[in-house]
């Protein structure tokens, strides 16, 4: 009896560890509880983003890899990051079962990982649906990003840094950031061959300014800055307004310039 009663507990144990897994709703993670997104927030998040096929994609807090899936099937290089291997595998499978399983282009694998030591300097795009402090954790890393990468957000805020764009959908929110150029500071602008000082002042994607002509300092008119494209205008000493269009690469910027007197050409500016 006591050998019978034996091979019946290890059938059991071994029909319990064969059982297929499945995530819960509110399960407990490392960092968050797992709640899925809605197709439709996945979809509007990615439509937010403009994911394609250019594109390197990293879910952070991949879950059952909806989102990551969802982006391989646009086309892109998708990466979701997973820290529970159980979810990781799960959500591998799910990829399979879809027909995008693996690396490349249309692709998305799950990998089994710490979203904070994980490096994905690389993206394009990044998704997250974390908790408002794991974002504040995250913004950083994400501001030292190359300038342009598009980031989206479900549900949560990155407090200060206030969205370029907030999509609402049944009661829930998608906010949408793009990487800005690091442009605060003094730097040389040359225009026409005609040098002077530009300041900017930046706090996220906002600037403003000035810039000395001659002994004059006067403000900077609608400056804007998407990502490395910044823009400026000014009024100089003679009552010419010019109108600046250009990109930013590191401590140098460069673009054309138009006044209000048809006059044009480009300029260049360089950090101090």
Known sequence: MRTLAFVAALLLAFGASAQKYEPQVGQAGKDVIWVPTPDEVVDRMLTMAQVGPNDIHFDLGAGDGKIAIAAAKRGARATGIEYNPEMAKYANANAERQGVAGVGPGKATI??????????????????YLLPTLNMKLRPTILQMRPGTRIVSHSFTMEDWEPDEVSSMDGRRAYFWMVPASVMGAWQLDAASQKSELTIDQTFQKINGSVKLGTTLGGLREARLRGSAIAFSYVDAGGVRRDFTGTVNGGRMEGSFRDDKGGEGRWSATKK
């Open 111 to 128: 990998r089994q990982a710490d979203i904070f030591a994980t490096d994905f300097s690389s993206a394009t795009v990044v998704t997250l």
